[in-house]
């Protein structure tokens, strides 16, 4: 098993990728701890694991706010005495270019998205720290790399996702402790599904969709699930500050056309 001992938090794992992870990790011997916002989620991902042979912890929690965050860690660490992989998986998305942003809108994107990362990886070094080293996964987007007009928080806070992995993936070396982030592009989770449905053609936005990536598809949360149990895993011992594409090719392919 890739995580046999291991210990892992993974955000926003009541659904789509978070959930796809969990089970897979537990699958791959890892103790998973199951923080989502809805409870109801996060509890089905757990019996999921349990019921699988697994050993899953369900917590709801605001991981935009840092006392729910330094709870989430000391729950870890009171249930399985260390926590090894932190998946800051949990997001939201934005649909309004930057002249119709709130700033409430701004503050509820920026604070789910980045200041989760923050606040978790806060909680969670010290005692990475005090093991001799983790792996930490930032879940991003290409249009952290690119933007992505109409999506002017969202890509801002995926942006911001990106810097943050490489700062942390260099102050935290000499501690053992690897850094990076994956850039998904379009992946089929209820997210997606959501965003889909406010369109006034949903079947025509995702047929539309699809064809940005070269390989003919969207991806799965699946497809994200096993390149972050790379990261997670020592077989990447020697990754680290790393923006890692897992798009089917949309990024290039979006580069040829313009």
Known sequence: ???????????????????????????????????????????????DVNQSGGSALALQADVSNQSGCVSIVAKTIEAYRRVDILFNNAGVSSFKPVVETDEAEIDHVLGTNVKSVFFLSQATIPYMKRQGGGSIINNSSIT????????????????????????????????????????????????????????????????QNIKRHPLGR?????????????????????????????????????????
């Open 1 to 47: 098993m890739r995580l046999a001992s291991k210990v892992a938090i993974i955000t926003g794992s009541g659904s789509g990728i978070g959930r796809a992870s969990a089970l897979l990790f537990a699958r791959e011997g890892a103790q998973v701890v199951v923080v989502d916002i809805h409870k109801k989620d996060a509890a089905q991902t757990a019996e």
């Open 218 to 258: 969207l991806g799965t949360p699946e497809d994200i699930a096993y390149f972050a149990l790379f990261l997670a895993s020592d077989e990447s011992s020697f990754v680290t500050g790393g923006t890692h594409v897992v798009d089917g090719g949309a990024l290039i392919a979006r580069g040829w056309r313009e």
């Open 144 to 207: 952290g790399i690119v933007g992505a007009p109409g999506m002017a928080a969202y890509a801002t806070s995926k942006g911001a996702i990106i810097t943050l992995t490489r700062t942390m993936a260099l102050e935290h070396a000499e501690d053992g402790i690897r850094v990076n982030c994956i850039c998904p592009a379009s992946i089929d989770t209820p997210m997606l599904r959501r965003a889909l449905g406010r369109m006034e053609d949903p079947d025509y936005a995702r047929s």
